[in-house]
């Protein structure tokens, strides 16, 4: 082989073994979750009826940093009013964890925001631990709820 095709092909190799280090980096330091959040997810009433509102949902894609400081997210609402809260929650305490900035939610938010980074890092370790939960005007204690994953 000549001096010059081996130099190609070393030069090759390394070039696509940083490529493959960089993209294998840039993947494992991001870390996404994502969520589809209906009424009929919501838990029943003490009552026995359905609380949450029928056909209406909420889909969200969620970006979770490196260093486990930030969420980036990006939350789209269907066939839902009067929309006055939206959080993630503990499932199973119904404590919120991280609460939208919902001034703006008209059928799509996005957004990033700084939150605590043991709460991240618990939701990217365990994601169906915790609940998209959207409340409105008509149903004040959820519309729609969904787990993540």
Not at 20 to 39: I, K, P, R, Y
Not at 71 to 85: A, D, L, P, Q, V
Not at 124 to 133: H, I, R
Request: hydrophobic fraction near 40%; glycine fraction near 6%.
């Amino acid at each position: 082989m000549k001096p010059t095709k081996i130099f190609l092909a070393v030069t090759f190799v390394i070039f696509a073994s940083v490529l493959s280090a960089c993209s294998t980096s840039t993947t494992q330091n991001m870390h996404d979750l994502s969520v589809e959040a209906s009424g009929e997810n919501m838990p029943m009433g003490t009552d026995g009826m359905v609380t949450g509102l029928m056909g209406g949902s909420a889909t969200g894609t969620f970006t979770v940093d490196e260093n486990f400081e930030e969420i980036c997210y990006s939350i789209m609402t269907k066939r839902m009013t009067g929309i006055n809260e939206a959080h993630i929650q503990v499932t199973s305490s119904e404590e919120d964890v991280v609460l939208f900035d919902i001034a703006n939610m008209n059928m799509m938010n996005k957004s990033c925001m700084n939150v605590d980074s043991n709460i991240l890092m618990d939701m990217v370790e365990q994601p169906d631990k915790y609940s998209l939960m959207v409340h409105t005007d008509a149903f004040p204690d959820g519309a729609v709820m969904g787990s993540l994953k």
